[in-house]
């Protein structure tokens, strides 16, 4: 009762597009794949400006005793 078939799928590919229209789907995935991209580069960015950080941190600790 819970599978979806390839006719399920077309039909809500179909609906989706009727309500949103074509030009808004484009939008909606362009937006997304922009934030896909900015979330893996802010991922591989973070390990290395977390180990700077750190070190500053624990720098600037021990100079203010």
């Known amino acids: 009762m819970g599978n979806i078939g390839w006719t399920g799928i077309i039909i809500i590919a179909i609906l989706v597009v009727i309500l949103f229209g074509k030009g808004k789907i484009s939008s909606i995935m362009g937006d997304l794949a922009k934030g896909i991209k900015s979330f893996k580069k802010g991922m ?19 100079e203010n005793k």
């Not at 591989?44 to 600037?60: H, M």
């Open 44 to 62: 591989s960015d973070d390990p290395s400006a977390g180990s700077n950080n750190s070190e500053k941190d624990s720098d600037d600790n021990s």
